[in-house]
C-alpha cells in the first residue's frame, strides 16, 4: 500500500483498529487516547472529535498540536520494519503510534510506553 493511500485514509477508520488491537489484549480506549496524547499533544476530547470528523489520518498527523520531542526514543519494528529507519517523515509518525500501542497490548507498562 502506497505512504499517499495510508495518508488519506479516514481517522475513524484507522483509529478504531488500534483501539481494538490494545482492547483485545486487556487494554483500555483510555489508554490508547492517553498515548496518542502524549505523542500528538492532542488532547482526549480533540482526538474524540476528531473521530467524529471526515479527518485523514495523514491531516491527523499534519494538524498535531505537539508533537512531543521524546518521540524519537520510539524504537523498534512494527511488522518488521524499525520505526527509527522509516525515512518518509509523516509515515515515521504513523508507525510511532503503532508501536506504542504495541507496547500497549505486550503489556508494557504505561510510564514505559511514555518514556517518562
Known amino acids: 500500500m502506497s505512504n499517499e493511500k495510508v495518508y488519506n485514509m479516514a481517522f475513524a477508520k484507522v483509529y478504531p483498529l488500534l483501539i ?7 487494554r483500555t480506549r483510555d489508554e ?4 496518542t496524547a ?3 499533544g492532542y488532547t482526549h476530547e480533540q482526538i474524540e472529535s476528531a473521530l467524529a470528523s471526515d479527518l485523514t489520518y495523514g491531516d491527523f498527523f499534519r494538524q498535531a498540536p505537539a508533537l512531543n520531542p521524546s518521540r524519537t526514543l520510539i524504537t523498534g519494528t512494527v511488522c518488521g520494519v524499525r520505526v527509527e529507519n522509516v525515512e518518509e517523515p509523516l509515515m515515521r509518525e504513523m508507525r510511532y503510534l503503532d ?3 504495541d507496547e500497549l497490548a505486550k503489556g508494557k507498562p504505561m510510564d514505559k510506553i511514555l518514556r517518562g
Open 32 to 35: 490508547v487516547l492517553s498515548v
Open 20 to 26: 481494538a488491537k490494545a482492547e483485545k489484549k486487556g
Open 38 to 40: 502524549w505523542l500528538t
Open 99 to 101: 508501536k506504542l500501542v
